[in-house]
């Protein structure tokens, strides 16, 4: 028979062996393979001098490519927020009846917050300034900037206390909350200010109201969706007891919004604040600030140019020739439209003689008399006095609105005749006979030749 093959013998266990760390080996010592240029390549192999190739050591190679995402490029910080903050956090459920009687809940609110100074309107030339306590403190403030070029600690501190409140009291109208805003300490929405070490004097007021100009104009137009949002809004606490979520974020953050270019505008800060409703934007690019200043210049040199035409459209005279003789003969003048009254010369007479010679004219002088019509097409009753009428500069020496001595009021839509009576040099004519509606700074003038 064939001999079995014999079995191998089983080696024998060993104890594992410890593993040896070798002292850290100079840079000259060291010989690095290069790597593969594949993007998934190993990593690279360290081969000591003069050691076997077995005792290599394993060295990863630099990444290479763009850094993941979210990584700042060469390690820098991500870029900062700007420096006035509004947070909210959001209420879970609202009080339906709260709710309901809302507008009767915030009266005393809203008495208080009128009183610091707080404003509705969303654009103001004081934005975020209704006037109130707050104005004061704000001017002091001004004033400490132009003198000190910094702040000072109770007056920027004050101010920002003050809208610290109004904000909270504006979280309350809003609907954001069903709890009244404490005077201090923590709550829903939290809003503060990182104090400058310094202000800039020559940005004071007049360079961030034209800057700011654009930031109104944009707050304006989002306060149409804010309104929407609050209605909506209401009937949706009403029904589920929730204020959509979606709608309480853009409310708040259109008052994040207003808080920062409040800020920016009252000198808190100098960082031109960032057209953004989000709570991580950082300050306004240098190329924003300077189209906002074009905008802010355009609209201000736009809104004084309105000023002025509306200005020079009421002040001034409406002329009107009228032939002297023939309006004593009785051929009445052309009618003037003066401010929404019609103005018409009926007649003249000179030499006018009162009846029973209760006046008589002194000597050199005489009297000439004028008949004149008004129509007032004004919105509102006219007040009609002699006082308002002129002839050569000299008021009427006496003056009769239907039979009775003016003032006398002309109810809208009426017309009314006036008797005026004016002593003049004798020999003299007539040069011009004025008339200027009370209120007004627009006049008549009917020019005689």
Known sequence: MPAEPAQPASPEPSAPEEPTHAPPLPAEATQQLPPDTH???EPAVVVPAGVPAEAAVLVAPP?????????????????????????FSGVDRLSRLSTIFRLILMLPLLIFVAILGGSFTSFSFLVGVGGGLISFVLV???????????????AWGTIVAMQRFILRSYSYFFLLTDRYPPF??????????????????????????????????????????????????????????????GMQN???????????????????????????????????SRRSLLISAAIG????????????????????????????????????SPTIDVSNVNVTLLSAKDDYQFPGDLYV??????????????????????DVDDADFHLDGEQ????????????????????GQVLLVFKIAEGARPKELTYRPSPGLKRAKFVFH
């Open 39 to 41: 993007p998934h390549a």
């Open 63 to 87: 990444p290479s490519g763009p850094p993941p995402p979210g990584a700042a490029a060469g390690g820098s910080e991500p870029p900062p927020r700007y420096p006035v903050t509004l947070e």
């Open 140 to 154: 002091a403030h001004w004033i400490t900037v132009l003198v000190r070029g910094r702040p000072v600690g109770w």
């Open 184 to 245: 201090e300490g923590d709550w829903f929405l939290q809003y503060e200010v990182e104090k400058p070490v310094r202000i800039r004097r020559r940005q004071l007021f007049f360079w961030k109201t034209i800057t700011s100009i654009p930031h109104f104009l944009v707050l304006s137009a989002l306060w149409f969706g804010v309104a929407i949002c609050e209605v909506f809004g209401w009937f949706a606490i009403i029904f589920t007891g929730r204020f959509p979520r």
């Open 250 to 284: 853009f409310v708040v953050g259109w008052m994040r919004w207003y808080a920062r270019v409040s800020a920016y505008w009252m000198s808190l800060r100098d960082e031109f604040p960032p057209y953004s409703l989000s709570a991580t934007a950082g300050p306004g």
């Open 297 to 332: 210049l355009g609209v201000l040199v736009g809104i004084i140019g309105i000023i002025v035409a509306i200005v020079l459209s009421a002040v001034g005279s409406v002329n009107a020739d009228v032939n002297y003789r023939n309006l004593t003969q009785g051929t009445q």
């Open 361 to 382: 004219p002194d000597p050199g002088d005489r009297f000439v008399s004028f008949t004149v019509n008004l129509r007032n097409e004004k919105l509102t009753d006219l």
């Open 396 to 415: 009427p020496v006496l003056a009769s609105m239907q039979g009775s001595p003016p003032p006398r009021l002309l109810l809208r839509g009426q017309t």
